[in-house]
């Protein structure tokens, strides 16, 4: 049985920082990543990071987050991270993880392709991030 917990969100000011964990497990996957993505009320899902866990730790992000986020893996917590930096207003949403089986060529594509990132079962409930300006 799957199970995903998401922590660590909370209210900052612009600038600030925070960190995401997240707790998963249950999955079955031989070949897979591992990412988070966000959404705002009446706004598509939008990738932000992934980690190619069963491929040597690849990382991979969204240009909107480039150099402010940073996604870490702790395998033996079965612990899934994001160090946010930099925080932004635009930042504002609620944040997922979850699993995706990688592909051959672009391991962690489903974070990034609408079609696929739209159709991925977020299984946690979420963790809100809020930035102030």
């Known amino acids: 049985q799957v199970q995903v917990a998401e922590s660590g969100g909370g209210s900052v000011q612009a600038g600030g920082s925070l960190r995401l964990s997240c707790q998963a497990s249950g999955y079955t996957y031989s070949n897979y990543c591992m990412g988070w993505f966000r959404q705002t009320p009446g706004k598509e899902r939008e990738g932000v990071a992934a980690?190619?866990?069963?491929?040597?730790?690849?990382?991979y992000y969204a240009d909107s987050v480039k150099g402010r986020f940073t996604i870490s893996q702790d395998n033996a917590k079965n612990t899934l991270y994001l160090q946010m930096n930099s925080l932004k207003s635009e930042d504002t949403a609620m944040y997922y993880c979850a699993a995706a089986v990688a592909y051959w060529s672009d391991p962690c594509n489903p974070f990034f392709s609408y079609a696929l990132l739209n159709a991925m079962d977020a299984r946690g409930q979420g963790t809100l991030v809020t930035v102030s300006s």
């Open positions: 980690i190619y866990t069963s491929g040597g730790g690849s990382t």
